[in-house]
Structure formats: C-alpha cells, structure tokens
C-alpha cells in the first residue's frame, strides 16, 4: 500500500465576498496524492488556487470543505505538522536579528538543545551560502537573502515533508542555481517536497511530477514523461551547401533561413532529418548541428491554461 505524506480530499476554499460583492471560490474539489520521497511541483497562473491551497496543507487557512493529510494524520491534529517544514511566499522575518539569531530563536520553538541548535545552524547557514552575513542583521539583507534563510528555517527541525511556495522567486540567477541544488540534494535524501512555482524551466529540472492548477482546479497530473512523452516538436539542421546542391535538398523555401555562410531548416521527424542529411554529405555539404527541439513543460504549461 503507497504511504502518502500529503494527501487532500476534494479540499474546498470559499473566500466570503465583501459587501455588494459575490463569494470567490479559491479551490474546487482538490485531490491529491503525494507519495513519501517524491519532488511536487505545483504549477499555475497568478490567482490560481496554489498559495491558498499550501495555507490550508500548514493549517494557516480552514477549508471549507475536505480535508488534509500528512503522513496519514489529519492536519486538524497538532502532530501531523511534527515533521514539517514550512517556507512561505514572502518570509517575514524580524529584522533586528541576526541569521544566526533568527535560527537559535527558531531551534528554540522545536524544544532543541544548544548543542544541537548550534551544530545545525552551522551546517544551514553553509547550505544556504550566508556564512559570510550571518552576524548581519537581517533588516539589512536583500529579498534573496532573506529567501535562503526562509529556507534555512524550514529545514531547522530536520523534517521528512517540506512545503515551499515559490521557493526559486526573488533570487538572481546564481541564487536559484543554488536553491536548485538545495532541492535536489533534499530530493537524493527522500525527503517529500511539495513546492509551488512559475519559473517552469527549474520546476522541469528538479520534480518528480507536477500538477496544473488554474481557477482553483486540478486541469493535470503527472511525470514529465506522462504529460509530453518523447516530446519532439522539430530537428533543426544547420549546415552548408555550395549553391548548385542547394537544390537536390528538396527544401521548400519557408523552411530555409540564412544564417551568413550557413543555412539552417528544419522538419518534424527523424526519418526526413536523416535523408536531408544523407544528401547534405552526398553533395558536398557540411553539417555543423542536428538539435531536436522538443516541448517544454512551458509549451505545455500554456496550452493547458490557454485551453
């Protein structure tokens, strides 16, 4: 039997509309299966139903309707949030601490003893790469910043299960690199990550499967072999010919493009890539790249949202 570390029952979120104004559904009938050790990345536009749905998984917001569990227990129950690790959107982090301030405050809410508090804000303070401003207060600390040691406090209790929303926003491109590499090597440790996101090409990189959430429903689930199979949308060729060959290729000329000295075209199967390239070799051409270009999870991303 599958242990799930987070699961959902047609989970249900109404928010009540103001005076004059008509309720807002923020979820619909969610369900969901997370299996213990896999990576989840919750996908979805802005106003989708994700941060609604990780507030009601941390008991932040009460559903309407449905329910929640972690690790078999109903979030209703203190318990279920033992082993959890939370990092929210925007951390609010009282800036008059310093990181390493911040971290023993938070090692003291989990009962932990100096010793270990000490050893383990070692370590977090390493991973998430502030060793050089850990004895920097934190109202000085930039949005990324701030970011990486929200990450160090969710994993201060060692948890099994950690939910993160948009843990890869407000970071430069080597801070998102980074927190990638956090993810993953959580990910070789088995713990469970359910983790909201909209930059696409990291949430591909580092889960395990994803889910599509638009107007507060589930639209689709599953690995990324699932959802785009091979995936191949076109190969792209770029090569060189002497003029007088140009013509044994067959090209049609909407799928030529100049490129100076070189030429580049393209075609949707294997089996026409290989005969434009035996012809590009028997008459005296070059081949200088074959790159198939198959569907992102973006292209899918959009088309499902789109309709």
């Known amino acids: 039997m599958t242990c799930f570390a987070i699961q959902t029952n047609r989970l249900r979120k109404v928010y009540q509309g103001e005076l004059g104004q008509k309720d807002y559904v923020g979820l619909e009938g969610l369900d969901l299966e997370i299996p213990a050790g896999e990576v989840f990345a919750f996908l979805g536009p ?23 569990m972690i690790n078999g227990v109903s979030n209703t129950q203190h318990q279920s949030m033992e082993r959890v690790g939370y990092l929210s959107e925007q951390p609010n982090i009282y800036g008059y601490l310093t990181a390493r301030e911040f971290l ?5 809410l989990f009962g932990l ?16 790469g502030l060793k050089d401003r850990d004895r920097t207060l934190i109202r000085g600390f930039s949005r990324g910043m701030t970011q990486r040691l929200g990450m160090a406090q969710a994993l201060m209790n060692e948890p099994d299960i950690l939910i993160l929303d948009e843990p890869l926003s407000n970071l ?37 499967r994803v889910g599509i959430l638009d107007h507060g429903r589930l639209v689709q689930t ?17 090569y060189s010919i002497p003029e007088a060959g140009e013509s044994v290729l067959g090209l049609s000329r909407e799928r030529i493009v100049r490129q100076g000295d070189r030429t ?44």
């Open 46 to 68: 802005n106003g989708a139903g994700k941060t609604t749905t990780i507030k009601v998984l941390m008991r932040l917001l009460r559903p309407s309707s449905g329910s929640v």
């Open 104 to 108: 023993d405050f938070i090692g003291k």
């Open 113 to 128: 003893a100096p010793s270990v508090r000490r050893k383990r804000i070692d370590g977090l303070i390493g991973l998430v």
């Open 172 to 208: 430069d491109p080597v801070g998102r690199k980074d927190m990638r590499d956090i993810i993953l090597s959580l990910k070789a440790q088995k713990k469970t990550l359910f983790f909201s996101s909209h930059i696409l090409h990291d949430a591909e990189i580092v889960a395990d």
């Open 222 to 238: 599953g690995t990324m072999q699932e959802l785009m199979g091979s995936g191949l949308k076109t190969i792209e060729i770029i």
């Open 264 to 307: 580049l075209t393209w075609t949707e199967n294997m089996e026409s890539a290989q005969e434009i390239l035996g012809k590009l070799l028997k008459n005296g051409g070059k081949v200088f790249s074959v790159t198939p270009q198959r569907q992102s999870l973006e292209d899918l991303f959009i088309s499902r949202i789109r309709g």
